[in-house]
């Protein structure tokens, strides 16, 4: 028996659990959670999962841990203090963080988890909701080849693929460079919408051409109908209501992409363009 924990059951975390919780039974899992809303627990528990009564129970109970939450403070808070991960975490356990951070916060991470026999390895995902839903995640990961062969049992019942890039840190540089490129994608799809509305022309024959040619990605029109119908019935405060959050999300990932390109000295022009308007591509479109 594998003691696996998860923590984290928000718009991708759930599923990917819920996922976890079906698919590993069968390969020997056993898997507790946390989150700090009860409601995702209780339905965890009742696919399976035992219900972890705090972070420190996930700590001392479970050999590798998942923790895929909202930012680079929420893992921080986490793995610190004397109720952390860290602090009571058992010696040898793996701790995978699947949330978007910045690559230096990792780094520091990992390192200080070495001081307490730990690995923390970077294992951003991408496939949304839905790929957590039906197992076919991508995991991107940075991690020696010894702490991904123990991490693998987490891994394989909800991903379709792992990739390593290479030691820790990489993950989260293939996940920032995969969506800097969605998020030019949005923003692209968005202003071509635009312009075909304003010549009066149909939107739907331009995702006609998309189909054919593969320029508009299924993500990227997804994304588009579902923003245009919003915006169809929804007020501006309704908008902000319901694409606010995932407009955050995209500022903190580029936000995190241009912080890793001054870091390394790189000039992305169109990625800083991006950054500017993504909330417009969210919230409004073009008028």
């Not at 923590?7 to 959670?33: Q, R």
């Not at 149909?202 to 990605?217: E, H, K, M, R, W």
């Not at 959050?245 to 992305?268: I, N, R």
Request: charged share 20%.
């Amino acid at each position: 028996m594998i003691q696996v924990g998860y923590i984290g059951l928000g718009n991708i975390g759930k599923p990917m659990c819920a996922t976890l919780i079906k698919n590993g039974a069968s390969a020997g899992l056993k898997v507790s959670v946390y989150d700090v809303m009860p409601d995702p627990v209780a339905e965890m528990v009742a696919l399976g999962a035992t219900a972890a009564a705090s972070v420190r129970d996930v700590a001392e109970r479970c050999d590798l841990i998942g923790v895929c939450v909202r930012d680079d403070k929420d893992v921080e808070s986490l793995l610190y203090g004397d109720e952390g991960l860290f602090a009571r975490g058992r010696e040898g356990s793996v701790i995978a963080i699947h949330s978007t951070v910045l690559r230096t916060n990792l780094l520091r991470w990992a390192k200080d988890a070495q001081a307490h026999s730990m690995s923390v390895i970077d294992a951003p995902i991408t496939g949304g909701a839905a790929g957590a839903a039906d197992g076919t995640l991508c995991i991107m990961v940075g991690a020696t080849e010894a702490a991904l062969e123990k991490a693998m049992p987490m891994f394989e019942p909800t991903s379709k693929r792992v990739v390593r890039g290479g030691d820790v840190g990489a993950g989260i540089v293939l996940k920032l460079a995969n969506n800097l490129i969605t998020y030019a994608a949005f923003t692209a799809v968005s202003e071509g919408v635009a312009l075909i509305k304003k010549a009066g022309l149909s939107p739907d024959d331009l995702y006609a051409v998309g189909d054919v040619n593969g320029v508009i990605t299924p993500s990227a029109k997804q994304f588009i109908t579902g923003r245009e119908g919003l915006l169809a019935g929804c007020t501006e405060e309704q908008m902000q209501e319901f694409f606010g959050p995932f407009a955050g999300l995209g500022e903190k990932d580029l936000d995190h992409a241009l912080a890793l390109c001054e870091e390394l000295d790189l000039e992305l022009p169109a990625t800083k363009t991006v950054r500017k308007h993504i909330r417009q591509t969210f919230l409004k479109g073009q008028s």
